[in-house]
């Protein structure tokens, strides 16, 4: 069992940044891969960053690509997700989740609440 927690959302204006954390409880927490998605209103929850659970692979959207970076360490249970250059269209609510190295939902075992980004124009 892995709970999951999310934290560093906020309001920022386009061009900013904010760095996401997700703490995970459960010692299982190093065998999983960690992904990142974000679900903006009226839409479906999308794929943004996944890390393996090494932390030696990632993969990105392309929506994120260059401007986003995801980094875990293990030794303290916690994945994060550096954002810059944020854009308006970046607004939604970001989740954390463990499973497998996916991009899909369905892959992926444990989910957090959920952290409000919005970013102003």
């Known amino acids: 069992q892995v709970q999951l927690v999310e934290s560093g959302g906020g309001l920022v204006q386009a061009g900013g940044s904010l760095r996401l954390s997700c703490a995970a409880s459960?010692?299982?927490?190093?065998?999983?891969?960690m992904g990142w998605f974000r679900q903006a209103p009226g839409k479906e929850r999308e794929f943004v960053a996944v890390?393996?659970?090494?932390?030696?692979?990632?993969y990105y959207a392309d929506s994120v690509k260059g401007r986003f970076t995801i980094s875990r360490d293990n030794a303290k249970n916690t994945v994060f997700l550096q954002m810059n250059s944020l854009k308006p269209e970046d607004t939604a609510v970001y989740y954390c989740?463990?499973?497998?190295?996916?991009?899909?939902?369905?892959?992926?075992?444990?989910w957090g609440q959920g952290t409000q980004v919005t970013v102003s124009s």
């Open positions: 989740a463990a499973g497998g190295f996916a991009v899909v939902t369905t892959h992926y075992d444990y």
């Open positions: 459960g010692r299982t927490f190093s065998s999983y891969a």
């Open positions: 890390i393996s659970w090494s932390g030696s692979s990632t």
